[in-house]
Structure formats: C-alpha cells, structure tokens
C-alpha cells in the first residue's frame, strides 16, 4: 500500500482529502448532538443574570454551583420548597425493585419457554410477546381501576407493579430468544444430577446468563427512570418520580423562569440512565450482537 | 452394577411411532451398543433409558427393578453427552461435584469421590480450569469424570467420540474400552460409527427406523447378518452383494454368478443345506471383502471351501496394510481384500480365492437372510 502511495502522488492525495472530509462531516454530527448538553451544562454553571443577558453558547464568567444546590434541595416543586431530592429517591426506590423484578421474572419466562416447553407454550410466548406493541395509553384507565381495587394507587409499589407488568414482555422476549440458543444437553445433563427446576436456573442458567442480564437491566432502567406518563397518571405527592418533579420544576412559576437550575434539574434528572450507558454500554452493544446471531 | 431388560419399548410422537417395540436384554457388566442410521431412533431409546424421554409403553429394568415411574436423577445411571454439557460457568472440579452437591453428600466425601476420579483419568492438573479452556480430549475425560464419580448402575453414552478428530477419537475408544474393563460396569454406548460398536460391544443392537434389525454379539453380527440392512451398514469396506442363481448339479448345489466378461462364476456349495428350498431361483450372495482373496492369503483358510477363479482387475487401491481391488461380478462392482504385498495393476486378470465358508444368501425380495 505505501508502495502504491508513493508511485502514484494524485491518488493517495484523493484518500487523503476523502478521509478529511468524512471527519469533517462526522465532526459536524458529534457537534449537533452534544451541542444540547453543553449548553445544559454551561448554563447551569452561571448565575441568571448573565443567562438572561444573552449568548447561550458562552462559558460562565462567574461560576457558582448554587442552581445545581438549588435543583437539589431548595427548588420550588409544586407547592413544596424541596428541590428534586426527595423524587429523586422516589425514584430509586421504584427502578430498583421494579427493574430487578422484572428482570428475574422475564429470566423465569425464558427459562420455561425454551426449557420445559408445555403444550401452546408458543401461543404464551406470542400474547406475552404482544404485551410489547400495547401503547402506554390504552392500560392507563384499567390500570388505574386494578391499582384501586388493589390498595395500592397512589404509592411507590403500585409504580413498581405497573412497570414490572410493562415490562415483561420485553425481558421475557429478551431471555426467551438467549436461552432458545442455550444447550438443551446441560440442563439435561444437570437433571440427571438430580438438580430440581430452580436449581438447574440459578446454578446452570443464571450464571451464564451474564451479557443478556446487562441488556435487559439497562433496557429496563432506562426505560423506567425515563417513563413520565405512568409516573404523572399514577403517583401521589409522595410516590412521584423524578420526571414528573422536573416537570413541575419547570412549571412552578415564581415570578421569574430560573433557567439555569432548570438547566440543572434536568442534567440531574439524565444523570442515572447516562452513567449506566457509560459503565455497561459496551456490554449492551455485546449483548445485542450475541441475541441477534445466536437467536 | 446391574443388568439391564428393555421390554417392548414403544415411544410415538402423536401419530409418529419412532420406537417400534424394542426387546433388548444385556447383562450385568455388558457393553451394549445401539448403532444404525440417522434417524433410527437410538438416541430416542437412549433418552428414554436414561428418563430424560417418556416411553409410550414397555418397561425397563434396571437389575430387577422396574425404572419407568422413576426421575432420570433416581434410575442410578449416569451419562455422557455429545456435547460433553459440561457446566461452562463452574470449573472441573465443580462440574464434576454438582452432582454429589445436589444428592446432599458431605464435603470431604465428595473431595475424595474427586480426587479418586481425577486419578483415574488423569484430569488432576484440570481441575481448577473452565471447560473453555480445555481441549476436546480433555472435556471428554472430564464428562466421563462427571459420569464415573456417581458410581452408577448403568453408564449410557450418547455418541461420545463424534466431536473428536479421528486420531484423538482411536485412542480414546481404545480408552474407554479399557475403562470399561477394569471397572466392569454395565455400559450402554450410542453411536452411528459402525467401527466403535465392532470394536467396543459385547452385544450389539442394529436399529432402523425405529425397528430392532438384529441383536447379537459382533461376531454374529458381522458373520451372519439377519438382513440386507445389517449385512450392508456394518463392515467397512460393506459386504459384497451380488445376484446368485442357485442350481443343482451333479447332486451338488452351486450358485452361478455371471462375471464382467459374459462368463459364469460356479461356486460350490457344501454345508448350505437351507438353499434346497431356492433351487432354480435367483438369491442375493453376500461375501466379505476379506472373504475374496489373493492366493496366499487364503492359504491358511478350509480349501475345501476356497475356490480360485480368474478375474478382471478393475482397480487398486493400496491402503498400507492391505490392498483393495474392485472387479465386476454379477452385475456390481465387488471389492476384494489381498494381501498388502499382493502385485497387481489395473485392467489385469488374476486369480482370486472365494472362500464360501464365511459367504451367506438372502432373499431379493424379503431382504431376510436365508442361509
């Protein structure tokens, strides 16, 4: 290749123009999508005055970290003075279990269907499967009625019930299609060795199930952390999640809009999902090559 | 150690009856090895030994006790998988434990059961290493390792060597067979290579189509084949099949098999008693390729059997130990085995030995063997 380079000027001038210009144009893209964070985060750097004075692209002359305190613990939230803090533990305290659960059972699901298949478990896998095409609006109403006969409207563990009866579908197709590629032979293999149903899945399956587990854990997190419609249909002033205290953040009107912890309400509000990308993302691209050639 | 009574096992897949009343019986201490084509149904029957595949109806007896109702983990058998399944999230050590773990045996005990095992195979220096990291020869050590440890009635192997390459897949046939002879349990072996079941079993059962063919040692059934089937799958080269008519002459059977230049192979028939009932008929003539021979190497053999007529030399194959050579008779090419020194060229004629003592016959139309 360096031979042909050096014999032949004009043509390896043309690879070197092409290839500038292909960074050129991958540059303009990074800019175009990190450019809403940046200015997320300068701005939540700067007192209001030098925001409302213009120029959103400039770095903060002064920089203070009270919108970031203020978001956290002193915003007006609705009628409260509490900042995100206390939804933000809501909403830790409804992804945690909610995620977990739904994982573990989706597990449980594809565990059965691949592995100790019953008459119709094909029509099981296909309603469990439709469960993924309901848009959120149609169960917001029955929903509602099944959380009030219940008892748990209103409450943290009813948020969990909804997105762990949501997310089913998902996980369960996820670990449904990893195990259908799963050696039968092991689990008969460990049968033989006189393990029972749950021991050959926690000992044998479980164990291996480790890049499929990360794909759906962050899937679910993601999707749970993110939800705004079941949070501000279902959840009372004690249970609400992050997102919707963003919401009302930004709509509690005090006389003047202060952008800048509004800015940081909402990079506080990203923060989770963000750093489950950065930690597992590779694992999450890994995970769904694995399902997509092996499934 | 147990014997082991298969009664009439049937198993259908709704309408699809893939074991079609199979009646084998092996003693204590055997080497059983179910063998046939794809398809034939011998893994099915060895699932259904093992309890991993419920039988339609029949019953099996593991010494004198009927296993049917029971778990496969129950039945007090072991097995080797093909794809060995060995545990990829535990190490040897633990692959070979987890069964011990779950019957609740003490930690110690099951230390020593592996120590000794590990012995045996000489797996000691694997045992803290995942599977992933272990060749094909040693994850089938470690599978039968997994196996042994349970010290079990029965052993079942379901084709154990068919993801070996060739070398590796002699010495280890060679090593189970030693294993099988110092520990002298009972063995049921699965496998489409009709050479491991020659060379492993004390008794052999040909399988097709779900349909016990023949039941025997390998001896009775390589020398006498109950059918065409049989005659053909085992035996590498296969039997040599060729169209015989059977006529009386002089008081004296023989069969006339025409040969490639429009002239007529006579063989004498002594001992043939049976063939009486097939005078002036057509017959299917089996003969090994060891039974057609250079005139040396039938030297040793009953010449009152062994007779020598010209043939035409088709082709050579030289394969070290012996040489094969095609010649046309009765319409098919048949494959000869001489001696490794035998000197003969393509397109020759020269004189080979039939030696009738091992040749059988077969209806054309049942396919059964008729003498």
Known sequence: MSQSNSSNPTAANRRVWLRALLYAVLLVFVVYYLLPLYVMLVNSFKPLEEIRGGNMLALPHIWTFEPWKAAWSSAQIGVQPTGLKPYFINSIMMVVPAVTLSTLLGAVNGYVLTKWQFPGHGLVFAMILLACFIPFQIVLIPMARVLGILGLAGSTPGLVLVHLVYGLGFTTLFFRNYYAAFPTELVRAAQMDGANFFQVFWRILLPSSGPIIVVTVIWQFTNIWNDFLFGASFADFDSIPMTVALNNLVNSSTGVKEYNVHFAGAVLAALPTLIVYVVSGRYFVRGLMAGAVKG | ?371
């Open chain 2, 1 to 371: 150690m147990a014997s082991l009574k298969l009664q009439n096992i049937r198993k259908q897949y709704n309408k699809l009856e893939v074991l079609k009343g199979i009646d084998i019986e092996i003693e204590d201490g055997g080497f059983l090895v179910l063998v046939g084509p794809s398809g034939c149904g011998k893994s099915t029957l060895l699932n259904c030994i093992a309890g991993l595949e419920d039988i339609s109806s029949g019953d099996i007896m593991i010494g004198e006790k009927s296993v049917v109702d029971l778990h496969p983990s129950q039945r007090d058998i072991a097995m080797v998988f093909q794809s060995y399944a060995l545990y990829p999230n535990m190490n040897v050590e633990q692959n070979i434990a987890f069964g011990m773990e779950m019957r609740g045996i003490a930690k110690p005990e099951r230390e020593a059961a592996i120590a000794r095992v590990a012995e045996t195979l000489q797996i000691t220096e694997l045992l803290k290493r995942k599977p992933s990291q272990l060749s094909g020869g040693q994850r089938q050590r470690v599978a039968m390792g997994r196996a042994l440890v349970r010290d079990p009635q029965v052993f079942l192997f379901d084709e154990p060597l068919s993801n070996l390459d060739a070398k590796l897949r002699v010495d280890m046939r060679t090593e189970i067979k030693k294993l099988h002879q110092t520990m002298g349990t009972t063995i049921v072996y699965v496998t489409h290579d009709q050479i491991e079941a020659l060379t492993l079993a004390t008794k052999i059962a040909v399988l097709k189509f779900g349909e016990l063919q023949q039941f025997g040692t390998p001896k009775q059934i390589y020398d006498q084949p109950n059918n065409l089937f049989v005659a053909e799958f085992m035996g590498s080269p296969s039997m040599n099949l060729m169209r015989a008519r059977i006529i009386e002459a002089e008081g004296t059977l023989t069969a006339h098999v025409a040969t490639g230049q429009g002239a007529t192979l006579v063989l004498p028939l002594h001992g043939f008693e049976a063939l009486n009932a097939h005078k002036g008929t057509e017959v299917i003539l089996g003969l090994r390729p060891e039974a057609i021979t250079d005139e040396a190497s039938a030297s040793g053999q009953d010449q009152s059997k062994v007779l020598l007529q010209s043939c035409q030399i088709n082709v050579v194959e030289p394969a070290g130990s012996d040489t094969f050579v095609t010649t046309s008779l009765g319409g098919k090419e048949v494959i000869a085995r001489l001696g490794a020194d035998a000197v003969v060229s393509a397109g020759e004629s020269m004189p080979l030995a039939f030696n009738m003592a091992k040749a059988v016959f077969f209806d054309p139309s049942s396919e059964q063997r008729i003498a």
